[in-house]
């Protein structure tokens, strides 16, 4: 296993992050060694299996190994009413400071979908602006970069209120780079208004995350995400966008995919990059 | 079975359309007979069991039976290429003479998702464009109005690259009233942008659909689709702004779900009027 920081800026997976959702199976070390075997310098991490490790020793680990954290997932689900909404802020308050702890380049937030039993749309959306101006100066003080995740309105019900793009950099205008926009192709990729809300978010998109919108979609839509070339999204097109918006940032693949999640750790990976250096 | 135009105004279903997909095991006779049963004033067709029927023995059917023809489903297709193209535009000066025929409300265009193996949604959207500049001197001709379908993203590369309001609206703006827009609850219930579209739409407001929303999606997407209130769709309120925009015309249920499919259509008729009148 080599952690040997061998590559120009010309290596394919300079800026490439191997989010560990797309390893489902690994914790925290094993999602580590193989980004190192691999080459890979970034990774995205998720609180669950770091809390697995442990807090301490994965900041410990992700220091030794030399990756930066492209990501932390995930804090949001701010669209619970009374006292959920309270546990809700709360243990966002908890992920921002794990962001922190691991030098994350954002944390991830998922906005959540409406609350049991409510139609009310527009309520949840203000929910998270509520939930925004309660998290930015907990967030500040600890230098952590918020980033709203705008989810394709097939999780609008269930997933996130926050349909586009634009509607997300709306949630953005009051506050500075502290607050920003995660830009993810499976997303975003319909949206007629795409290339002119990239260009209108430019700094503030703090996070590139990629993967596929395949079809048919899979019987469970939580896990309908592709590798990259194995579906509808022009990468090329779509990265091109993002870099003009000025993005310089690392590109997170993350992959919700019960047939990848079933395969080796070792050909995903391997998959991951060749399809990264040929379409993206 | 009582074909008596007996509903004052306020009669639950003096605006109330059937969508003959809602019962898609029943023919044209059928279907115009289940809404006879029902004191249902006007129906949607589709073109497939029209032409089972004969389009002019359909016609003929339509006349005595007093019915109103809200929508005939449908037009579009437009996205394929070269020879493709040109018999989607056939195909569509057929549909519109159908239309003209049924005195049908609209014609409703699904637009279709991308080519094979292309990934260039652009594309596929200024095909939309180049389709309507070839249609719609021939729908005036015949006094036919076009109802351009945006499309939940949901199926953006597979069935309509036209995925918002606001873009169907743009595509109306070069034409007169021949050319408007079909609202259909499952398809925009989401949009941020949804009051102020509407409202920008007014009499662009050529037919609005209802369906639901419902979680878990089936594993068929394309049959994803309830009987308004077993989903998250908030008719009332979307009703209001359709009928703030200035909307008076027919609301048409149409549901793609192999459940209600396999049902007593007389049973899902009576449910759905019951629901039409609680939520709608």
Redesign the interface.
């Known amino acids: 296993m080599s952690n040997a920081v061998t590559g120009a800026s010309t290596k394919p997976t300079t800026r490439l992050s191997l989010n560990q959702k797309t390893v489902n199976s690994l914790g925290v070390v094993e999602a580590v060694e193989l980004c190192q075997r691999h080459d890979i310098a970034s990774i995205g991490l998720w609180r669950e299996p770091v809390a697995d490790h442990g807090l301490d020793a994965t900041v410990e680990l992700i220091k030794e190994s030399g990756l930066r954290v492209s990501s932390l997932c995930r804090g949001g689900w701010f669209t619970a009413t009374g006292q959920a909404f309270e546990d809700a802020i709360e243990a966002n308050r908890r992920a921002i400071e794990e962001a922190q702890a691991l030098e994350a380049a954002c944390l991830c937030l998922v906005v959540g979908g409406?609350p049991d039993g409510s139609?009310?749309?527009g309520a949840a959306?203000d929910q998270v602006r509520r939930a925004l101006e309660l998290l930015v100066p907990y967030a500040v003080d600890r230098g952590v970069t918020l980033a709203l995740e705008p989810m394709?309105?097939?999780y609008?019900?269930?997933r996130g209120v926050l349909?586009?793009l634009?509607?997300a950099l709306d949630l953005c205008e009051p506050y500075g780079p502290e607050v920003g926009v995660m830009v993810d192709s499976f997303h975003v990729?319909?949206?007629?208004?795409l290339q002119d809300q990239l260009q209108r978010a430019g700094s503030r998109i703090v996070s590139y995350q990629i993967c596929d919108?395949i079809?048919?979609?899979p019987?469970?839509?939580l896990l309908a995400r592709g590798m990259m070339g194995d579906?509808?999204?022009?990468f090329a097109?779509l990265g091109q966008l993002v870099a003009e918006a000025g993005y310089t940032g690392d590109i997170e693949v993350e992959i919700f995919n019960a047939d990848i999640w079933a395969a080796d750790p070792n050909q995903v990976v391997s998959t991951m990059i060749d399809r990264y250096a040929a379409l993206c």
Request: net charge negative; no cysteine; proline share 9%.
């Open positions: 409406l139609k009310d749309l959306r394709n309105p097939i609008a019900a269930d349909s586009t634009g509607q990729w319909w949206d007629p208004q919108w079809t048919p979609l019987a469970d839509t579906g509808h999204i022009d097109a």
